[in-house]
């Protein structure tokens, strides 16, 4: 997810200046540079926003890894976390075991926001000052759409919504494709099908006021081939019973990070 970010910062039209601590990439600029390890932050080098973007269980690792390196200079700085899962207070507290007492953020973005088609969910805790507000609300909007949420804990639903959300997407390309060369289609073609769909769809519901049920029903000619299709994906232990099935398994996934 950080590698989304980074692509898409650097697309943006006006890209924050980044010191990036990546282990595999080789990228530098006026705006950027690229440090493979903590120890290697410019010492004159003073973040506003620290973002996080590990597994959530090697968080506690990087703190204080960047904690040692930027010393005093982690104090004028906040963490802006993308984990799933980990909490404003973990993260607090793991930088304060640091020395370091600083507000942390938490926001959830996904993978679009690569090409500047990202939506993130951002949760800025009290701590956090108006200008470092700003500041995280800018990073994210620089590739996407920001979406503020007032409880901590609505994370865990956006998460199941819009972090892991494009992953649902890809599975349906992915079922549609090999549907389309079940039925003969060359794995081109049907690729080209299924991808131009869901491309087309998407502009639609981002393009026009409509309601996506309204769309829906447009597509929906009476006894017609799409009512066949829907008539297997609506029946009540289909989509309207494992969709929510599935939002409730990764919002519950999500809590569980959280401890
Ligand atoms: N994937 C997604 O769509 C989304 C992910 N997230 C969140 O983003 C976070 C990362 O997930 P994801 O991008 O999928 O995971 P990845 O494994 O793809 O990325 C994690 C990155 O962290 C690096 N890393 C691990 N340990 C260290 C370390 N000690 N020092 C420096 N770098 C380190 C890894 O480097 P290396 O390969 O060398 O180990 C890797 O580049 C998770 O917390 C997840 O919840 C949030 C929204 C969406
Ligand atoms: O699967 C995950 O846990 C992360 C969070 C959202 C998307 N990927």
């Given amino acids: 997810m950080g590698g989304a970010l980074f692509d898409g910062w650097l697309a943006s039209p006006t890209p924050p200046r980044l010191v990036v601590l990546d282990r595999h990439r080789t990228c530098s600029g006026d705006a950027v540079s690229v440090v493979r390890t903590a120890a290697e932050i410019p010492a004159d080098f003073q973040p506003d926003i620290i973002v996080l973007a590990v597994k959530p269980a090697v968080a506690e690792i990087v703190i204080d890894a960047i904690g040692k390196a930027l010393g005093a200079r982690m104090n004028n700085a906040a963490i802006l976390s993308v984990m799933a899962g980990r909490t404003c207070k973990s993260l607090a507290d793991a930088a304060r075991l640091n020395g370091a007492d600083v507000p942390v953020l938490r926001a959830m973005p996904n993978t679009p926001s690569a090409i ?10 009290d701590t956090a000052t108006a200008e470092q507000k700003t500041i995280c609300h800018d990073l994210l909007f620089a590739v996407g759409d920001v979406v503020p949420v007032e409880k901590e804990a609505d994370l865990s639903v956006v998460t199941a919504i819009s972090g892991s ?16 060369q079940q039925h003969g289609l060359s794995p081109t073609v049907a690729r080209r099908l299924a991808r131009g769909t869901i491309y087309g769809a998407g502009r639609m519901l981002d393009d026009m ?14 006894n017609g081939t799409t009512a066949a299709a829907l008539a297997v994906l609506m029946k009540s232990d289909a989509w309207p019973e494992t969709v929510p099935k599935a939002i409730d398994a990764a919002t519950k996934r999500a809590d569980e990070l959280a401890g």
């Fill in 116 to 125: 500047g088609a990202g939506i993130s969910g951002l949760y800025a805790s």
């Fill in 165 to 180: 959300g494009p992953a649902y997407v890809f599975l349906l390309a992915e079922l549609l494709e090999e549907a389309g």
């Fill in 209 to 222: 006021p409509d309601s996506a049920e309204d769309l829906r029903k447009a597509v929906t000619s009476p």
